[in-house]
């Protein structure tokens, strides 16, 4: 992505977000061997398992993104106003209620997915890794494709729902974080 292909504010402030969620799950699986990235959690499920639902995921909202925004340029929607982005935003939090991010969270900067870091040093744990990060980028340029008047205009329909651009990637953000402390987050 070169340096005329940016994301419209308003979807920036949400991809950062995702960003930084897809940075905090890369550190805090770089210390995972084989065995214990391989391994059943209590809950059931193994880090593999957990990171693969979120890469399947966002390999999904990828992959639909373009389809989903061709139908709906299709459609004479009005301009959303901010408030109905607030109440998308506000019914994909009540749908996942997960925890808060851990604090140290808010302190990761990262601006866009190239500038993602993987430090596992496990080759199986690193190449899930890449495998997200590359899904990122794709995504990342597919939203810098998206002009602001679209970010406003446009929905993305799917299975949870039709929801505004900005929500969409909320939802994505809001999924994999529900994932993530449902089968990764330490149970003390």
Known sequence: MNETDMITEILEIFWKEKLRFAQYCFDELASLDSKSFLEKRPKG???QWTL????SNDRTFSFYLPISLKISGFFFFTTFKDQDIEKDLEAIRDRYTPPAFPAHFWE???????????NAK?????????LWKEILVRLEVKL?????RDA???RYTSLTGIHTISGAINNSTEFCHYLWNLYMADPT
């Open 45 to 47: 499920k193994s880090p």
């Open 52 to 55: 693969q639902q979120m890469v």
């Open 108 to 118: 990761i900067q990262i601006a866009k997915a190239e500038d993602l870091r993987i």
């Open 122 to 130: 496990d080759p199986l744990v690193k190449e899930h890794c890449e």
């Open 144 to 148: 810098s494709e998206i002009s602001e």
């Open 152 to 154: 406003y205009r446009k």
